[in-house]
């Protein structure tokens, strides 16, 4: 399955055809880290068109070092979760941000 849309992040769970998957249950710690590997209650991302998995999975790993993922996990000290309405908006804002530098690009 490959995503058409030159902006738009595609984002579900038990989605094997994902470029890559982030940790969405378990400790503060984990929740968030990007992997390649598929389990079916991994939150799967696929990259829009203009950006390479490989930027995506990176930027992932920055969101995730930097804490963006902690800050929207919820749930006990113990087990937290991450909501994929939580990761949609993330992914949401760098799509509108993307399409307005195209839209300002266009204007010139």
Not at 15 to 37: R, T, Y
Not at 42 to 68: N, Q, W
Not at 87 to 100: C, L
Request: charged share 20%.
């Amino acid at each position: 399955m490959q995503n058409s849309s030159h902006f738009d992040w595609m984002i579900k769970t038990n989605f094997p055809e994902a470029d890559f998957w982030l940790i969405n249950k378990g400790s503060l710690e984990s929740l968030g880290q990007p992997i390649k590997e598929f389990q079916p209650y991994y939150t799967g991302l696929k990259c829009p068109a203009l950006i390479l998995p490989d930027y995506g999975y990176y930027l992932c790993l920055y969101f995730h070092s930097i804490g963006v993922w902690r800050r929207l996990g919820v749930g006990s000290t113990n087990l937290t979760n991450l909501r994929i309405s939580d990761v949609k908006d993330v992914f949401k804002d760098i799509s509108r941000q993307h399409r307005e530098a195209k839209q300002h690009i266009q204007l010139r």
